[in-house]
């Protein structure tokens, strides 16, 4: 069984052996991602929408820093997820309506530009969002960029046709995995951000774990007695007493995917040998489970399995370009791993 570590930072693959390192961020423009939110701004309301565009700069440092010009208290910007630091981000905040800025889009700061402004009815929640486009930039390691391209054909199809494992990525876990560890007695000991860190990362590394587990024994891609199922794209999710062919089917489409644990308090909700998978993974990983159950969360529900849209690949002389969209909360970092082998610009910053 993995160690929390291991789970966090160095799951199995699922796909087979990657290809050759490839350097992803040479440069933050190698890394794009664009949000989704799936809805527009409703054009009047107290708040105002605004698409910003940041460049080696976290999310929340961008927000403090909305804050100060919108002259409000930095819990009151919304913003729908963190983004890479390391990427060229395009993303969506909201701020209170002030008479201060005349013009938004003449806005600036180390690091981000606001790019548009429109009036919004209320803050942006975070998770509000369909999700994200990326084009990430594979610079080859010593070929041209037409033979990468080739070589990648066979396995993006395969990640067409199959999904990936949806790991969490290692930004959930901090640098190196910081947030991962102390104890659960400690919690309370920390700052509320801090806190939420912590916690985020438990639950990601018993999520993780429980999916290598069915990443090892080949299960991951479909479903079990007793697994919780849940429809691709949405939250709804329906108990599997015994898969049937029916539901085979389905899974095979990439319509449904099993799920795996967000870890809370009790035991989760699957049965049979699931529920006897999820328990032993989090015995392992106790402190992690501790950590979870101290802070009376709720057990909540992940698909196992994410679904790689619109997947293009381009070529360049000495470097690719990969194209696709991502459901919310899916990383692409779990993309981009079952088609390169680990190099010394994968890990984001």
């Not at 007493?241 to 099993?258: F, K, N, S, T």
């Not at 709720?298 to 696709?324: I, K």
């Amino acid at each position: 069984m993995l160690s929390a570590r291991e789970a966090a930072l160095a799951p199995p693959r699922a796909l087979g052996l990657p290809l050759e390192p490839a350097r992803l961020r040479a440069a933050a423009e190698d890394f794009v991602v664009e949000e989704d939110l799936g809805f527009a701004p409703s054009g009047s309301g107290q708040h105002l929408m605004l698409r910003v565009r940041k460049r080696d700069a976290n999310t929340a440092w961008v927000a403090q820093a909305l804050a100060h010009v919108a002259g409000c208290r930095e819990f009151e910007v919304g913003y729908a997820g963190l983004k890479d630091r390391r990427a060229l981000a395009l993303q969506w905040f909201s701020v209170p309506r002030t008479a201060g800025v005349a013009d938004w889009s003449s806005v600036r700061g180390e690091g981000f530009e606001v790019l548009e402004a429109f009036p919004h009815a209320r803050k942006l929640p975070r998770g509000a969002l369909a999700g994200n486009r990326f084009a990430v930039r594979a610079r080859s390691g010593g070929g041209e960029g037409a033979a990468l391209a080739a070589r990648l054909a066979p396995r993006r199809a395969q990640l067409a046709a199959r999904g990936v494992p949806n790991y969490f990525g290692p930004q959930r876990f901090g640098r190196d995995g910081a947030n991962l560890g102390g104890p659960a007695a400690a919690l309370g000991s920390l700052r509320r951000e801090q806190r939420g860190f912590v916690l985020s990362a438990a639950r990601s590394a018993l999520f993780n774990a429980v999916l290598a587990a069915r990443v090892a024994d080949g299960s991951w891609e479909g479903l079990l007695p007793g697994d919780l199922a849940m429809l691709d794209g949405r939250g709804s999710i329906f108990a599997v007493p015994v898969p049937d062919a029916q539901l085979a089917a389905r899974c095979g489409r990439l319509e449904i995917h099993p799920t795996g644990p967000m870890w809370g308090a009790g035991e989760p909700a699957t049965q049979s040998q699931v529920r006897e998978l999820e328990t032993a993974v989090a015995g392992g990983l106790h402190g992690q489970a501790a950590v979870c159950a101290a802070a009376g969360m709720r057990h909540e529900r992940r698909s196992l399995r994410l679904t790689v849209h619109e997947l293009d690949c381009e070529a360049e002389p000495d470097a690719v370009w990969l194209r696709f969209r991502l459901g919310r909360g899916c990383f692409a970092t779990a993309v981009l791993r079952e088609l390169f082998a680990d190099g010394p610009d994968t890990a984001p910053e």
